[in-house]
């Protein structure tokens, strides 16, 4: 049976194990990776020395500040969503820097010690967000099209049930930081991709990404950059019939570095690997790119498809702060189902 607060845990979770998993191999080549874990590439954690846990980046770090951005405006509503989002965003910068400027201070990761790391955040995130000032789709301040803006939107399809909704949220988190025209369209087709998962209850891949690319193709129309970006997503659709391994196939998507690229390379693996939480991560994450990144988002949408039961204890155990994790998706599925009962910090009458 079908049950939405288990689709969003689940979603939560495998995105991060993605990201963990990817996180020990984000900066090398498939040879690389192949030669310190084997021909078939790196398939389990590969756990801290420290404390024996698997740790995730800065991915699932804004994954998760997204999240608390998104429930401050569902609670509060007294200020556009990308504002309070952009505000999360702030707070995750305190914990990058000692010296990051003007802080929300009202996101509760911010207890957290364990979201104080930096695990290779990214320039285009950090650039834009010192700068103090909100990028938006309209008024452009970086030329950057990097999967930064992608890697961390899934929360905005589980606090919109309406789809045009969860595409324009996405697409406006993205480019607070990520303000070129292929920085945010992604982010809406992986929007759509969500959606069709968690509030039309599709269960086809394949239909789903179709309708996703070809949802994106509408809303997006006479953009320039549009053309290439949906033939390179249709290229992934014709790759995932083929025989062929999934590292040639990927190869041929390009390294995921860019949001583009990362979105054609996640859909490809959802595609090959739909009910498979090991499967698509391994794949997500064995090639010669942003193996974290591509991971994330792979597993996002995995993840949402077969529900928290179904990743396996592999990927949940050693996974650092799932019990964080679980809550914040608790809390996402509760600004859905029972707004009035979100916690108190959410909501405007206990601002104060
Ligand atoms: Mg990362």
């Given amino acids: 049976m079908k049950d939405l607060k288990k ?20 900066f090398d080549r498939l040879r690389e990776i192949q030669r310190m874990y084997g021909p078939e590439g790196i398939q389990s954690y590969d756990l801290s020395a420290a404390d024996h846990t698997a740790v995730f980046s800065d991915d699932t770090q804004m994954t998760l500040f997204t999240a608390e951005g998104l429930l401050f405006a569902a609670g509060r509503g007294d200020r556009p969503e990308k504002e309070y989002v952009w505000l999360a965003y702030m707070d995750w910068l305190t914990t990058q820097f000692e010296d990051a400027p003007e802080p929300f ?17 990214g320039n285009t995130c950090l650039g834009a967000l010192r700068q103090g000032i909100m990028g938006t789709m309209e008024e452009p301040i970086n030329h950057s099209k990097g999967c930064g803006g992608i890697m961390r939107i899934s929360p905005c399809a589980m606090i919109h049930s309406d789809r045009t909704a969860a595409a324009v949220s996405a697409a406006e988190a993205s480019a ?20 069709s998962i968690f509030w039309r209850d599709e269960t086809d891949m394949v239909k789903i990404v179709q309708d996703a690319v070809s949802d994106t193709e509408e809303m997006f129309q006479g953009e320039a950059d549009l053309p290439g970006y949906i033939e390179l997503m249709k290229k992934a659709l014709r790759l995932a019939e083929n025989d062929r391994p999934d590292t040639e196939n990927i190869r ?37 790119g942003d193996s974290d990144s591509t991971g994330a988002i792979a597993g996002a ?41 979100l916690p108190a910090m959410y909501r405007k009458e206990t601002a104060e």
Avoid at 316 to 322: P, R, V
């Fill in 105 to 121: 201070g009202q996101c509760r990761l911010l207890e957290e010690r364990r979201m104080r790391h930096r695990r290779a955040p």
């Fill in 252 to 288: 041929i998507l390009g390294e995921g570095w860019i949001a583009d690229e990362a979105m054609a390379i996640a859909a490809y693996c959802a595609l090959r690997h739909p009910q498979d939480p090991s499967g698509v991560l391994r794949a997500a994450v064995n090639h010669d």
């Fill in 301 to 341: 949408i995995v993840g949402a498809l077969i529900g928290e039961d179904a990743v396996g204890n592999e990927w949940k155990e050693h996974l650092e702060l799932t019990d964080l994790i679980g809550s914040i998706a608790d809390d996402l599925y509760t600004a859905v189902a029972d707004p009035e009962r």
């Fill in 7 to 26: 689709q969003f845990r689940g979603s939560l979770l495998l995105s991060a194990a993605g990201d963990a998993l990817g996180y020990a191999v984000e």
């Fill in 176 to 195: 607070l930081t990520h303000t070129h025209p292929l920085g945010y369209i992604p982010s809406a087709t992986m929007a759509f991709i969500l959606n």
